[in-house]
């Protein structure tokens, strides 16, 4: 070996050397722009759609009402039958007092005020305080949808009256209403505490967010025990053959079945082949509970995993069966991981939307489910009505029941971060 | 071998060396670290260390392990600049000029100064590809024959042409432990370094590997300056003409290799040396 | 009912429990030490009276509605039974329950209402015999596993053999939902084969379900040639995986070769919270803001995009897919061990040099992998792309067209009230055969790459 095996001398000194480092190390800078760039891309698009469901969203979480009086005259209600009495004559002549000066056909405008509804809340109210009737109720409405529209400044004044919803005479009315200090604007807690509604100011999440939490009751009254039972056996006592192979890829590959063939697994199995009722949120936490089980097992595992093997030895050492080994000392130490593991697959589960409307749990439904086995909506399959409405003021509803939904998903993300920031531990 | 290259890094370095050990006969100084501390995080895993590194000869860092020997051989080439959380202070000089100052170009200094890793690690590709990876970036070759020549020589000068000629296209990854580790060695030299650092190239090899290895060092001796980290002091008496001892992060003592094993200064590398601990 | 059988068995399986721990706390301190502890006898007792009522109530609720509408069938007059189609007896079935329920549309037929009566009446009686055989069961087993326990009586293994056997069956249970999804799929998809060749709807390239074409056609449906619904879906997909891929590849690039760490632990989580948005949110994104957003900006360049174009569902598409890109293809970059980095910056090669030559390459398998993974996923996806892609089957390849996709079609055929023999619901079956397929060979093949990535560096 001499040096004249050496072929070639780089000239690390000349100018081209030079400009051809300055080169590479542009290249580099390209490459980690281009990170940087696609970083910024996705965090830009996230910060469009949390800002565009926020900009929309938020004037669902008010609601414009009017101020009216209603007298309930004896002779439209009777005290006997509150139920069967003429509270659309009520409403009529609540609002003819307001504006005595219209007549005839105007007063249908008028009325397209208030909510289409109106006359069932002053029915409820006379019949949760009979001692109105010859008397005079006041009471806040909600306004219907244009004009809550209006007053929310969605609907310009500006436009040529033929382009609105609402036309210069009702606005003139709305606006003496406003002057008379009849409306205003306080949190909406209808849409928390009232169901499903084809009037927009009147629909809420209720019914959506009991169905989902029995949905997901259910859910996680099957899929805990049974992913944590499979978990430990495959983890601490399966023996290695076929079927337990078998088991463990059928599991990975579980999680990854796309989540409407669950849904038609559900509707085949559980409401064709069994007969139970459509709609109903027990079904909707089967199907749930099977597409939450192999993530289930998949942590749990993890979390057993983790667990070092001495304290297993040491157990097994002092006499106790294996059965004890793992309830009394394994079981415990892995809690924390399984909790965690599981209030995410449940976080997932309430996001989960396709099976649930295989199953039927997007129908119309205005009034909360009363069990397991009633017609139900959930909390993402309301968004998807919503979504689907032809209304205006349900696009507002629809933001607003999206960031109750992302809501409900940030609490349980951050009960679990907590979790694990609080009781898990490394060895 | 290459001057061009050498005065390029001593451009500013007006007198580059003081010589520091009296007794010695060899002096040209290659590499020369004054007050060298590493940090990592806020532990320190290197005190102070000076030291020269004479040039086209083998120095041995030797110690038991943790001593900080293979944390200040990664200061030679700055390596230990992609740990997050190392720092590094003090001076190095390679040729009379400061590696640690920003106009240093890391990429350039890495080409000059090439390293050998502990455990054989060839790219997952080609044996061909492998040896040309840094003739390619550093654009040293100007032709595909070009390419083809420093591919081939680099393979000899590591010993290894005669046993893959045939089968240049074979992944690098399917050759035995030791043919692994002189293929690095050839990826290495196929940039023309000026140094080579080895962090104990032999301690996943075979005996028979291991022979073969320090045979080629002693070959390269003639052509790079050398600096080999080892645990094994017999390889160190072996293959080297300097040794440095290193304990705890200090360096103990550094002189001429027979006179190290023969005749050490200090007890603890007398201990060290006669095996009461390491 | 079924709520009130639980909490009896409950209530019951405790009394055993004390029961059965009692007996066992009198076999402690005896001349003859006790094999098991009380509370082991407690649960030994429990358990033989607690699983097969609860057992027992499963199956008779999973029965009673098939035994029901069977006597029920039988006690109608025959006259209204005989040669009556399965389709009719079912209507029959449906009426009768509804006049049960109060649900009256018309007039009922005196057959009907009696029948009606008679099925309120069972209806009752099964509950409460549901009830009462449940509570028998358990004062049996209670007697039974009581007369069992003695001194050196081994309840803890008995115990113990119980609990192996319930996590057995638990773990079945994922093996059993996915024949169970292979069983519904296939015998659906059969019937629906039975009335639609497999050929015309695996090659035709009409697709009208909805819509009557020829008086004489079968079962007087529409057409259901699925290529054009293959085709949309791979459309959308192809155009989610464009948007995707670069961005998911590139923030893993940046990720692992230049963020710092305190950089990493911002990203990470936010990539996590893109991952975790349910995919109506981004459904419902798309109707709101992408797609108006692609029309405007089409009818600038004088394009006209249609509202449910592919671009906007499959570009949402995307941006739900970028974490799993990134998360895949972070994991496969860092599984390159870090002597390979440092084997080639050692060498002189700048980051990007070392990221594009030596680590990309080294991942490849593990990057397409998870490509792979993420492919199935788009495919599969289906909120998106209900709410905002077409419903009508165009077969064509422009991403400013309205396509519609497999899981639209599967939904849109199932949305509403479902009869089980029309060819238009069972079609829903047979697409869903066929995503069940596409995805899980996808996945399958997805695992083995990467398993194999791994098993390189281990």
Known sequence: MTDSTMTVAVDWTSEQGAARRRRRHAADRRLRAYGIGAISLAIGLLAILIITLAATGYKAFVQTMVEVDFTISADLVKADDIPAGNFRAVVANAMSKLFPEVEGRETRELKQILTNNTRFIVRDAVIADPSVIGGTMTLRVPASDPFDQLNKREISRDLPEDQRRVNDRQITWFDKLDAEGRISTPFNWGLFFNADSRFPELAGLAGAIVGSFYALLVCFLISFPVGIAAAVYLEEFAPKNRLTDLIEVNINNLAAVPSVVFGLLGLAVFLNFFGLPRSAPLVGGMVLALMTLPTIIIVTRAALKSVPPSIREAALGMGASKHQTITHHVLPLALPGILTGTIIGLAQALGETAPLLLIGMNAFITSPPGGLMEASTALPTQVFIWADSPERGFVARTSAGILVLLGFLIVMNAIAIFLRQRLERTW | MNDTAMSALATEATNPQTVRTPDEHPTNFKIGANDVSVFYGNKQALFDVSIDIPERAVTAFIGPSGCGKSTFLRCFNRMNDTIDIARVTGRIEIDGREINESDIDVVELRARVGMVFQKPNPFPKSIFENVAYGPRIHGIASSKSELDDIVISSLERAGLASEVKDRLAEPGTGLSGGQQQRLCIARAIAVNPEVILMDEPCSALDPIATARIEELIDELRQNYTIVIVTHSMQQAARVSQRTAMFHLGYLVEEGPTDQMFTNPREKRTQDYITGRFG | ?458
């Open chain 3, 1 to 458: 009912m079924f709520g009130y059988a639980v909490l009896l068995i409950i209530a019951l399986s405790l009394v055993a429990f004390y029961v059965g721990r009692a007996q066992g706390a009198a076999f402690v301190g005896g001349d003859v030490k006790s094999h098991s502890l009380p509370a082991y006898h407690g649960a030994f007792v429990a358990v033989w009276v607690g699983i097969p009522a609860f057992v027992l109530v499963l199956i008779w609720v999973a029965l009673q509605g098939i035994v029901v509408d069977q006597a029920l069938l039988g006690s109608l007059p025959a006259s209204m039974t005989e040669g009556a189609s399965a389709s009719q007896l079912r209507l029959f079935l449906s009426e009768i329950k509804n006049v049960a329920a109060g649900r009256i549309f018309s007039e009922p037929t005196p057959e009907i209402q009696a029948a009606a009566e008679t099925y309120i009446r069972w209806q009752g009686i099964a509950r409460w015999a549901m009830l009462v055989a449940a509570t028998a069961l358990m004062v049996v087993a209670l007697v039974i596993a009581r007369s069992r326990l003695s001194t050196r009586f081994r309840a803890r293994n008995n115990v113990e053999r119980v609990m192996s056997g319930l996590m057995v069956f638990c773990s079945t249970v994922a093996i059993l939902t996915t024949l169970g999804i292979i069983a519904s799929l296939l015998f659906e998809a059969f019937r629906f084969f039975e009335q639609v060749p497999v050929t015309e709807f695996l090659f035709g390239l009409n697709w009208e379900p909805q819509i009557r074409l020829r008086e004489d056609q079968i079962a007087g449906a529409g057409a259901f040639g699925a290529v054009p619904v293959f085709v949309g879906t791979l459309l959308i997909a192809t155009i989610a995986m464009l948007v995707a891929t670069p961005i998911g590849l590139f923030t893993a690039i940046f990720l692992v070769e230049y963020a710092s760490d305190r950089v990493r632990n911002i990203i990470k989580p936010i990539m996590e919270i893109l991952a975790g948005i349910p995919t109506v949110v981004y459904g419902f994104f798309a109707v709101l803001t992408v797609a108006p957003a692609i029309r405007e900006f089409g009818s600038l360049m004088g394009i006209a995009v249609s509202p449910n174009s592919a671009l906007a569902a499959g570009g949402v598409m995307g941006i739900m897919i970028i974490p799993f890109i990134s998360s895949l293809s972070d994991d496969a970059l860092k599984a390159v061990p870090r002597a390979m980095r440092d084997g080639s910056l050692a060498l002189g090669a700048t980051r990007g040099e070392t990221m594009t030559k030596v680590l990309l390459p080294a991942a490849l398998p593990g990057i397409m992998g998870g490509i792979l993974l993420a492919l199935s996923r788009a495919i599969g996806e289906t909120m998106i792309v209900v709410m905002a892609a077409g419903l009508i089957a165009t077969l064509t390849l422009n991403p400013i067209d309205s396509v519609t996709t497999v899981t639209v079609q599967i939904v849109t055929l199932l949305i509403g009230d479902t009869e089980f023999d029309s060819p238009k619901t069972l079609a829903a079956f047979a697409l869903g055969l066929v995503l069940f397929v596409v995805t899980l060979s996808l996945n399958v093949l997805a695992l083995h790459i990467v398993r194999k990535y791994r098993e390189q560096y281990e």
